[in-house]
């Protein structure tokens, strides 16, 4: 059986909108954030992101997870790509500027000299990373929680997506749930059966082999659920012809108006970026 997100009815704002809508305005959103490394211009972003997250109504609780999972990934790429070693960096932003912090180590043996510098400007491009990559992800990390998973497939076949990538869609964002919901009951089985998963003696190799009655299960679980799945869609002809669904979705005028924005900020962050060249890295002088 396939499970979804923590998704549960809210009566926020954001639920009242068509979620074709939601997802053709966080497109063109994406698409007008990716275009600037000015941190005035991502900040903007950040707010508009931040104001979707507050509109929805989740909480902590339900999302602390996905947005620990963003804080240490996008930490990890920046510290080491930016800070570090500067080779995720525009390249008249890794040779300039005046160091904040530096030193130097010469290795006596074999000669070598190790030298860094952290300037300001690299600090402030790893400013504007940290907001295009959190403005991105607040902007999906809210559909999840708060679109209901029976209108998933619908939902993207009415955006444009063909039949069978639109169920492979639907397919997707079930997947992390549904294994993370049979991770936990091959865990509660194996515990039954006497399995001490929290013992650490043994060293590394010892681990290994103690997680393998849990990996196995899950594995071969997931392998099995998606033969089941694709022979079901074989029995029902699926992908022969125009299929139909259950759900049906209208747009609304509170639908017009939100892809209206969507476009019309896309169209303003082109005309800024490619017409006026305005967006480029920027930090205070």
């Excluded at 008249?92 to 030193?103: A, I, L, N, Q, Y």
């Amino acid at each position: 059986m396939l499970v979804s997100f923590q998704y549960r009815p809210r009566k926020s704002v954001i639920e009242r909108f068509d979620p074709r809508a939601r997802w053709i305005a966080s497109f063109a959103l994406l698409f007008s954030i990716v275009l600037f490394w000015d941190v005035r211009l991502l900040a903007v972003f950040f707010v508009i992101a931040m104001a979707q997250v507050f509109l929805a109504r989740i909480t902590w609780k339900e999302t602390h997870r996905a947005w620990i999972l963003l804080i240490i990934l996008s930490t990890i790429m920046i510290v080491v790509n930016t800070i570090i070693t500067g080779s995720g960096t525009i390249a008249g932003v890794v040779g300039s500027g005046k160091p904040v912090f530096h030193f130097e180590i010469k290795i006596p043996l074999v000669g070598w000299e190790i030298r860094y510098a952290l300037t300001r400007e690299r600090l402030w491009f790893a400013l504007a990373q940290y907001l295009r990559v959190f403005s991105i992800g607040a902007l999906f990390l809210v559909i999840p929680f708060t679109m209901d998973p029976r209108i998933y497939g619908v939902t993207f076949r009415g955006i444009g997506l063909p039949d069978k990538l639109a169920f492979t869609m639907d397919l997707a964002f079930r997947f992390i749930p549904t294994l993370a919901r049979d991770y936990q009951v091959t865990v509660d089985a194996q515990r039954a059966r006497g399995f001490e998963l929290e013992k650490t003696e043994g060293g590394l190799f010892a681990q290994i082999r103690r997680v393998a009655p849990l990996i196995v299960p899950v594995t071969m679980n997931s392998i099995l659920a998606g033969e089941d799945i694709a022979n079901a869609m074989d029995l029902r002809c699926f992908g022969l012809k125009k299929r139909t669904w259950v759900e049906a979705l209208k747009y609304q005028w509170p639908d017009y108006l939100l892809i209206g924005a969507g476009g019309l900020i896309l169209i303003i962050c082109l005309i800024l970026r490619f017409g006026l060249n305005f967006g480029n890295f920027w930090f205070p002088t």
